[in-house]
């Protein structure tokens, strides 16, 4: 009883926010109303026939997707060595790493800011899925080792002893042994970096300007667009809940045996 | 053949294993025998050479092969915990050191199907290794370390996690199975009763040093020293304190049994085998010795019966079954021809 009515009570933002998608901006404006009178598909239609709307999905996808992979890539190396190796000053490292969490990303901004217009990376999707990195491989390589950690020592001795390059063995063995903390894993980078809004507008202007940016800039002269804001608002929220329909299996098994 | 000379391991300052040297030639069976931390599995990785050693070389046919990478080392492994490739059938898994040798695929399929079958895992061959039981899960490994035709088996306590039933049929077939691929086959145990099973050679280790390696019968029968006897002897050998006075010695609690001939008067100690004690008197110079039975286990046939004696706690293996009740007071007999003398120092004298 409690519960459903704990969710019921999360899920009101959410149903107003549907709800608001489907009515004209003069029944917003205009009175309270629990469902749509005369429900309506043009707030969509404006999202997915301007470009000014649709390239701000296009173009935080595009981001998000590049942080994911870069941070997989540097990650799972880095996490296999954490695991594996014992070497001077590993720990510090791996704290150190970690570190870099505890800054709110405002911190940075500044100096990115600087950086990338030195190097003239201003308004390309590589900036922002870089500028990710600094938060979301600490955080790869944190759950990666733990999956890692759990796959014992030995199946890594066989595959040597069986002739297995390192290679090989990593993509062919120990890869399928990690494949829940890999989807943990890609879950988490690709929540922050969907989410992240403050480094993302600061380093976009104009061609890889991200949806929540878009979002943020839709007072015009006529004044709000009510209805099209909840739209967009609503398609925002896809991408999250497809991932988390995606790895929901994963992310079970994650909380089970990883570090999540 | 393979040889380790004057081979040890030091880890953070602490000793894994003494200055060893042992040589195995092909063919053979060797049992490595001691209990859990003797360095039965550190020796064993240095001599696949998943380790360095610390000082020592190991040298595999002639050639000397400490640092080479274990991949370029024609070894194969088997752990206790019943490694396989997860994410690959066992097909796959066995087939796995084929593919990496690049061997024809029709060599590859006639090889593996061989193995399973030796290893009765051909009706599971496409599935994974997690959804097989323990022993097949072990087979599989064993499957896998058998088609690479390494020179070099090395089997750390390979049957430990399996089933009573199904450790003494595999018992009876690895040492069967690997003897005609001509490898040297080396088999870590904690089990006194698995060396003499399996036969062959044996090295009894005691911290990280191997005190006696030969026949494992004649290492049975003959122990070198004190600590080679306790380590192959399963019920724990019998010891106590002796002093010679004479033709006899003196032990604790008043008791004097004949001592052999020709040992000098002084302390000794005196290792008994539990069979060798009996409820009663084997021969004329027999001796009894009244003991408080503090424990009975009794398996089906045979009775343990445990009893403290000149300060530690005996034991005796006897046929049948026995409900003595703890604090009896029974009389046990002890065959002095029988017995093991050592000097106080641990060197054998008389076996």
């Not at chain 1, 570190?99 to 190097?119: E, G, H």
């Not at chain 2, 997690?130 to 070099?152: D, E, H, M, N, P």
């Not at chain 2, 040492?175 to 009763?193: C, D, H, K, N, W």
């Not at chain 2, 399963?234 to 004479?246: E, I, S, W």
């Amino acid at each position: 009883m409690i519960p459903t009515l704990y969710i019921l009570f999360l899920m009101v933002p959410i149903y107003w926010l549907a709800s608001m998608s489907l009515k004209t901006n003069g029944e917003i404006t205009g009175g309270f109303s629990l469902w749509p009178r005369s429900p309506t598909l043009a707030n969509y239609k404006v999202i997915f026939t301007d470009p000014s709307w649709y390239h701000g999905y296009i173009n935080s996808i595009i981001y998000v997707v590049m942080n994911t992979a870069i941070s997989l890539a540097v990650a799972l190396p880095a996490a296999y060595a954490f695991s594996r190796y014992r070497f001077l000053g590993d720990k510090h490292l791996f704290f150190w790493l970690f570190t870099n969490r505890m800054a709110p990303p405002a911190v940075f901004v500044l100096p990115f800011f600087q950086l990338y217009s030195a190097f003239g990376l201003i308004d390309t999707h590589i900036a922002v899925a870089i500028a990710h990195c600094l938060f979301n491989v600490p955080l790869a390589v944190w759950i990666l080792e733990g999956f890692m950690s759990g796959v014992p020592r030995e199946i890594d001795e066989t595959a040597y002893i069986d002739g297995y390059s390192f290679p090989r063995f990593f993509f062919r063995i120990f890869t399928p042994l990690i494949a829940s903390g890999i989807g943990v894993t890609a879950f988490f980078c690709f929540m922050f970096s969907w989410v992240e809004l403050l480094l993302a507008r600061t380093l976009t202007t104009v061609n890889a300007k991200p949806i929540a940016a878009v979002m943020t800039r839709t007072v015009s002269a006529s004044g709000m667009d009510w209805g099209v804001l909840a739209a967009a608002g609503i398609l925002t929220i896809v991408p999250g809940a497809l991932v988390i329909w995606f790895v929901r299996n994963y992310i079970a098994k994650g909380f089970a045996l990883g570090r999540v | 053949m393979l040889e380790l000379r004057e081979v040890s391991k030091v880890v953070e300052g602490e000793t894994h294993i003494a200055p060893t040297s042992l040589m195995l030639t092909p063919g053979s069976l060797n049992v490595l025998l001691g209990p859990s931390l003797s360095g039965k599995t550190s020796l064993l990785r240095l001599m696949a050479g998943l380790d360095r050693p610390t000082t020592g070389t190991v040298w595999a046919d002639g050639k000397d092969v400490t640092g080479v990478d274990v991949r370029r080392r024609n070894v194969a492994m088997v752990y206790q915990q019943f490694v396989n490739y997860p994410a690959l059938t066992v097909f796959e898994n066995i087939a796995s050191p084929l593919r990496l040798a690049r061997a024809p695929a029709a060599e590859i399929d006639a090889k593996v199907r061989a193995a399973a079958e030796l290893m009765r895992l051909t009706p599971y061959l496409d599935r994974t290794p997690l959804t097989l039981s323990g022993g097949q899960q072990q087979r599989t490994a064993l499957a896998r370390a058998l088609v690479k035709g390494a020179s070099l088996v090395l089997l750390d306590e390979p049957l430990a996690n399996l089933d009573y039933k199904l450790r003494e049929e595999l018992r009876e077939e690895l040492p069967r199975i690997f003897a005609q691929s001509g490898a040297i086959l080396v088999y870590a145990t904690t089990e006194p009763s698995e060396a003499l099973l399996l036969g062959g050679n044996t090295a009894t280790l005691h911290e990280g040093r191997i005190t006696q390696f030969g026949l494992t019968i004649e290492v049975f029968r003959n122990p070198a020293d004190l600590t080679t006897a306790q380590a192959f002897s399963d019920p724990p050998l019998n010891t106590v304190a002796a002093n010679k006075t004479g033709a006899n010695f003196m032990l604790g609690g008043g008791l004097s049994v004949v001592a052999p001939k020709g040992l000098a008067d002084g302390p000794y100690v005196l290792g008994v085998r539990p069979h060798h004690l009996a409820l009663s008197a084997q021969g004329k110079s027999s001796a009894g010795l009244g003991a408080t039975v503090s424990v009975t286990e009794i398996t089906g046939s045979e009775s343990f019966v445990h009893f403290p004696f000149g300060g530690s706690d005996w034991v005796m293996l006897t046929p049948g079954v026995h409900e003595f009740q703890p604090g009896e007071a029974i009389k046990v007999f002890l065959d002095p021809s029988r017995m093991m003398v050592f000097s106080a120092d641990g060197q054998v004298l008389v076996n």
